[in-house]
């Protein structure tokens, strides 16, 4: 079993920053990677970024222009650098892990966390 727990989401204003975090514990030998993904309301699920803990990262839609991941392999923590934060950010973001690979698809990923709510106000 391997447990998620994600922080570091908020409320901010327009163009502004958060960083996210999560931390992954338990057995995460099996486990090769983190991705992000948000919901907002009554939308999908959407993918955001990936990381493994050695090395790679892989970007959704357009994210890269503003969102970075980065990651603490030692620790199992992953990063999402969240900048010029729009209205259309607000959601939940979840952390996952996987031990498949870097992907987009949520279904490659094995253990979820259960989200930190971001929400840009204007």
């Known amino acids: 079993q391997v447990e998620l727990v994600e922080s570091g989401g908020g409320v901010v204003q327009v163009g502004g920053s958060l960083r996210l975090s999560c931390e992954a514990s338990?057995?995460?030998?099996?486990?090769?990677?983190m991705g992000w993904f948000r919901q907002a309301p009554g939308k999908d699920r959407e993918f955001v970024a990936a990381?493994?803990?050695?090395?790679?990262?892989y970007y959704g839609g357009s994210f890269k222009e503003r969102f970075t991941i980065s990651r603490n392999s030692a620790k199992k923590i992953m990063y999402l650098q969240m900048n010029s934060l729009k209205i259309e950010d607000t959601a939940v973001y979840y952390c996952?892990?996987?031990?498949?690979?870097?992907?987009?698809?949520?279904?490659?990923?094995?253990?979820w966390g259960q989200g930190t709510q971001v929400t840009v106000s204007s």
């Open positions: 996952a892990v996987s031990s498949k690979g870097i992907a987009g698809d949520a279904r490659m990923y094995d253990y």
């Open positions: 990381g493994g803990w050695s090395d790679g990262t």
């Open positions: 338990g057995r995460t030998f099996g486990t090769v990677a």
